[in-house]
């Protein structure tokens, strides 16, 4: 279910009524905004008929948090084959700032030629984690934070939250869907117990929950917070400079 993001349905849908939806995409914005979400939102309104998605390939990070030369391999091979059950064929790459240096620049030869009816989506946090001739030879669509009242109203009908949590969870996600139900899987919904430093990412977000507790006073802190930690999240995979390099104060 997308959450959100109204103006890039109508804008997708349209192009998927007229059967226009090709090319190369990126897809950016902040973690947990539901980039990945939408991707496959796509993919399922282009194979309408089909429970399972035969004409989309969905790749992502191996065990040593990388996508190397045989993925882009892979999706050479996929996207050259003709589609059936959809006019186009989709790949879609989620946390490609893991694409290594020879994959990215397989990939945009890929797209400098691609095949008819292809559709290919990189999902990033910041489109300047990969090689700027990837970046700027992609279409770049910004997914930004969701708001509250959408967010209460998904988890009251969506996941049977109470009115009072579902405002509560709402509010403290910060526009971020993701991490909202992240927080409901792992039953952590009380926020003044949940977070320990030893826990990096959830010692970030009682940081970032106890600035918003005063969003006035903290509003540039909190902006800034936000702002470093979904940077440093897309191209960062040590845990211990994640949290020096969020804290730091000028």
Not at 183 to 210: V, W
Not at 233 to 245: G, H, I
């Amino acid at each position: 279910m997308i959450i959100g993001h109204q103006r890039q349905r109508k804008i997708f849908q349209n192009l998927i009524d007229k059967k226009k939806l090709t090319g190369s995409f990126i897809f950016f914005g902040e973690p947990q905004t539901g980039k990945f979400t939408f991707a496959k939102f796509l993919a399922e309104r282009l194979e309408p008929q089909n429970r399972t998605l035969s004409e989309t390939l969905f790749i992502e990070p191996d065990e040593k948090d990388t996508i190397g030369i045989e993925a882009a391999r892979e999706l050479k091979s996929f996207l050259s084959r003709k589609p059936v059950n959809s006019y186009l064929r989709t790949v879609v790459i989620d946390s490609a700032q893991s694409l290594t240096p020879e994959a990215q620049n397989a990939i945009l030869k890929i797209a400098e030629e691609p095949p008819l009816q292809s559709l290919m989506i990189l999902i990033v946090a910041n489109p300047e984690s990969l090689l700027p001739t990837i970046a700027s030879r992609f279409q770049k669509v910004y997914f930004e934070r969701v708001k509250a009242e959408e967010i209460e109203t998904w988890l009251i009908g969506e996941h049977k939250l109470g009115s009072n949590q579902a405002r509560q969870l709402s509010r403290l996600c910060f526009g971020r869907p993701g991490l909202a139900l992240e927080l409901i899987r792992e039953k952590k919904l009380d926020f003044n117990n949940l977070l320990t430093p030893a826990d990096y990412q959830l010692f970030i977000k009682k940081e970032i929950i106890s600035l918003y507790e005063d969003k006035l006073k903290n509003t540039t802190r909190l902006k800034e917070l936000l702002k470093r930690l979904a940077f440093i999240e897309s191209l960062n995979t040590n845990k211990k400079l994640q949290l020096q390099a969020a804290l730091w104060n000028r």
